[in-house]
């Protein structure tokens, strides 16, 4: 079983809202860190948004603060990102991802990746 599966994503106009999800194996909490990641084209891929799975700390890249939320559900299998007033520049592909080290935004430090869902956004 893959450690994480995606869904969710499409296309929405500007000022629209759009929730992924990610479920993890075994558990979101089997991990120190989750996030989200996102890779425009062209461009290299650039962290979201993170959540320690067994806290309540969040972060967000400055790009996502006070517009996206990233959440897990209560039976610790399933991470969220809701995206919330998006904007044409948040066309992207998204990806989750998974690490055992603290919630940072090195790439390296995560091990399992989701197989990435594309969001569009139309102005």
């Known amino acids: 079983q893959r450690p994480l599966v995606q869904s969710g994503g499409g296309a929405v106009q500007a000022g629209g809202s759009l929730r992924l999800s990610c479920a993890a194996s075994p558990y979101t909490v089997s991990y120190n860190c989750l996030a989200w990641f996102r890779q425009a084209p062209g461009k290299e891929r650039e962290g979201v948004a993170a959540?320690?799975?067994?806290?309540?700390?969040?972060y967000y890249t400055d790009s996502a603060k006070g517009r996206f939320t990233i959440s897990q559900d209560n039976a610790n299998k399933t991470l969220f990102l809701q995206m919330d007033s998006l904007e044409p520049e948040d066309t992207a592909l998204y990806y989750c991802?998974?690490?055992?080290?603290?919630?940072?935004?090195?790439?390296?430090?995560?091990?399992?990746w989701g197989q990435g869902t594309q969001v569009a956004v139309s102005s």
């Open positions: 991802a998974a690490s055992y080290v603290s919630c940072s935004w090195k790439i390296s430090d995560y091990i399992y």
């Open positions: 959540i320690f799975p067994r806290g309540v700390n969040t």
